[in-house]
């Protein structure tokens, strides 16, 4: 089946530092989302982004996905940005993988 | 209140018996869908349903059963509980297979 692979697995940064997400996925999809659970557990999407580049204040993503790859970009980092970030995708018509999430990226924003 | 919820939020069980996990959602929303996150497994998708009477098997089905007779509702069972089922489950909801999810707040799930 599809394979989505999330690096970095742990991101520490200061606040208000910049920094990139990145979803690695093994073959072609026609869905992809970021969502972002914060430390208390509550899952949030962030993007539904199957291709482009969409922004939401200060965060941004962009699906290259002839490429196989989509970046979450968080700018002017606050401590409430801290959470594990995942990306999934869907490759329809493949039944075994209907929606397949990545192992996340565990953000830690340092005040 | 709008939106999804999930019933119980805790749970303690024992291996063998029956468990039901409730979803319920006010969006009417046609597709649901049911995850469990485990550490070092992220989330993993156990059912979904595309609408009323309408299910399929997600990635890890197994030990699981799940139905649908109304639209704002998607209950899943642990017909019987085992160990291996100790988890954090979440229930979505969205529009269709290519929108927003919108997630619950999650049942954790302990079976001793």
């Known amino acids: 089946g599809i394979q989505v692979e999330q690096s970095p697995p742990d991101l520490i940064l200061q606040e208000g530092a910049n920094s990139t997400l990145r979803c690695n996925f093994s073959d072609s999809v026609n869905n992809l989302q970021w969502f972002h659970q914060n430390p208390w557990g509550q899952l949030i999407n962030l993007f539904y982004?199957?291709?482009g580049t969409k922004q939401n204040g200060r965060l941004s993503a962009t699906t290259v996905a002839t490429e196989r790859y989509s970046l979450l970009y968080i700018s002017s980092s606050q401590t409430t940005d801290s959470g594990v970030y995942f990306c999934?995708?869907?490759?329809?018509?493949?039944?075994?993988?209907?929606?397949?999430f990545g192992k996340g990226t565990r953000l830690h924003i340092l005040p | 209140d709008a939106g999804i919820t999930q019933s119980p939020r805790y749970k303690i069980t024992e291996t063998g018996r029956q468990v039901t996990l409730m979803c319920h959602q006010t969006w009417s929303h046609s597709y649901m869908f049911w995850y469990r996150q485990d550490l070092g497994h992220g989330l993993r998708l156990i059912y979904y349903s595309a609408a009323a009477d309408i299910t399929d098997k997600g990635e890890v089905p197994d030990g699981y059963v799940v139905s649908r007779s109304k639209t704002e509702n998607f209950p899943l069972t642990l017909e019987s509980a085992t160990r291996s089922q100790t988890s954090v489950y979440f229930c979505?909801?969205?529009?269709?297979?290519?929108?927003?999810?919108?997630f619950g707040p999650g049942t954790r799930l302990l079976v001793l």
């Open positions: 999934a995708v869907e490759k329809s018509g493949d039944r075994d993988d209907k929606i397949i």
């Open positions: 982004i199957p291709s």
């Open positions: 979505a909801s969205s529009v269709s297979l290519e929108r927003t999810q919108y």
